[in-house]
């Protein structure tokens, strides 16, 4: 199995423009979890999803936040309009059983 | 109001000997502790977990101990070896798939 696998790697882009990222879970794993990384807070969670339907978004920070999982195989992140603090690491994680497996995450910079 | 802390953001220590790495956390729900290790551009891997039930638990030359009364746990690494360099996160969830994230201790092994 590839693990989990995010896109793009890197993101460089200005205010106000809209940013997706993607993520791909690991195949038979239910439950979806979109983190952000960031020195003074460490790993936020920003939201879950278990079995496509989102359970809990109590972290995303605010409406320009939006998530979504159209399938089993496939969400994304997207933020509009971007902001420079919403630079950060960016980490997509599957979970089986109490194990949660994290892609290699995405750099956004937002300038 | 971080309910999980890691008050030491960096440790250096030198080949062969302890590493002890710690965390402090402020929710007496939480009942299952892990921690994750980072290496650069890469997203966290399991290391080693430890449900409320126990007091330690050990895994090669990595063990977890918990002290609840106190609400600390940490991690000794035993002996360290360079590879060993890397963040390491503390995590702590209540029965829930939401896992609360420290904000990470930077480990650097000397050799």
């Known amino acids: 199995d590839a693990g989990v696998i995010q896109s793009p790697r890197h993101e460089v882009t200005e205010m106000g423009q809209e940013v997706t990222l993607r993520c791909k879970p690991i195949?038979?794993?239910?439950?979806l979890f979109w983190y952000r990384q960031t020195m003074m807070r460490g790993l936020e969670l920003l939201i879950y999803?278990?079995?496509?339907?989102?359970?809990?978004d109590s972290g995303m920070p605010e409406d320009r936040f939006s998530a979504k999982m159209p399938n089993a195989s496939f969400s994304t992140l997207k933020i509009q309009p971007s902001e420079p603090r919403d630079s950060a690491v960016y980490f997509c994680a599957s979970r089986y059983n109490h194990e949660q497996f994290f892609g290699p995450g995405t750099r956004l910079t937002v300038l | 109001d971080q309910q999980v802390k890691q008050n030491s953001p960096s440790l250096s220590v030198q080949e062969g000997r302890i590493s002890i790495l710690n965390c402090d956390y402020t929710n007496s729900m939480f009942d299952y502790f892990l921690w994750y290790k980072k290496y650069p551009a890469e997203g966290p891997t399991f290391l080693i977990s430890?449900?409320?039930?126990?007091d330690k638990n050990e895994d090669g030359r990595f063990t977890v101990f918990l002290n609840k009364s106190a609400k600390h746990l940490s991690l000794h690494i035993v002996p360290s070896q360079p590879g060993d360099s890397a963040v390491y996160f503390c995590?702590?969830?209540?029965?829930?798939?939401?896992?609360?994230f420290g904000t990470g201790t930077r480990l650097k092994v000397l050799a």
């Open positions: 195949s038979g794993h239910d439950y």
């Open positions: 995590a702590a969830t209540s029965g829930t798939y939401k896992y609360i």
């Open positions: 999803f278990n079995n496509n339907v989102p359970i809990d």
């Open positions: 430890i449900s409320s039930i126990k």
